[in-house]
């Protein structure tokens, strides 16, 4: 698919039909996201890819996806057919950057947590990898997911992000924030120009 057409068509979406997807597609999306960049090559990002049906169930009941429901929403996090959680380890790029080509790099201060950064453009990259496969993605943020990575066996030392869910579109109600006007100018050129 054509590069302006994947973005094109990148939306977050809250519904999916029963159609499944196969395990081919979806590790391809996920090594889409394990191919973004990473900071000093450091590699923190990881991934749980969840297809099994009760275990999607409980990610749902852990996003209270019944008091979604109950507010006229479809049940967007069970009824997708593959989740990809998505984590990153802070510990993985201090122990990176406190090696030798990387010592004393940002010693205690980092002008900016790159491992967010990087887990960022891995989402990214798996929103847009779903869509080139045809395929709808929405995100659940970890704030939405208490005890998420208790029921996931997570390691303390790795951060959760949240839930890419993935699946075959859906008709969806359209969240409200897309109503949200564009507020001042995102593009500037050679300086800060002045809001308009």
């Excluded at 990148?10 to 973004?36: C, F, H, K, L």
């Excluded at 839930?163 to 001042?184: E, F, I, M, W, Y």
Aim: hydrophobic content about 40%; aromatic content about 8%.
């Amino acid at each position: 698919m054509d590069f302006n057409t994947v973005l094109d068509l990148r939306r977050m979406v809250r519904n999916y039909t029963d159609e499944p997807i196969s395990d081919q597609v979806v590790e391809r999306i996920v090594e889409a996201g394990r191919r973004a960049p990473s900071a000093g090559n450091t590699q923190g990002q990881s991934f749980i890819v969840i297809t099994d049906q009760d275990r999607r169930a409980k990610v749902a009941e852990l996003a209270g996806e019944a008091g979604y429901v109950a507010q006229g929403f479809d049940p967007w996090v069970s009824r997708a057919p593959a989740h990809i959680v998505l984590c990153v380890s802070k510990q993985a790029y201090l122990d990176r950057y406190s090696e030798a080509d990387k010592q004393g790099a940002f010693e205690d201060e980092w002008p900016v947590p790159y491992w967010w950064v990087d887990a960022g453009a891995s989402m990214q990259n798996i929103l847009l990898a779903a869509v080139n496969e045809g395929l709808a993605a929405g995100f659940l943020g970890v704030h939405a997911l208490e005890g998420l990575k208790e029921e996931l066996r997570i390691p303390e030392h790795v951060s959760v992000i949240g839930v890419v869910t993935l699946g075959h579109q859906a008709n969806d109600r359209r969240s409200g924030s897309l109503k949200r006007p564009r507020v001042g100018q995102a593009i500037h050129w050679n300086q800060w120009n002045e809001q308009a």
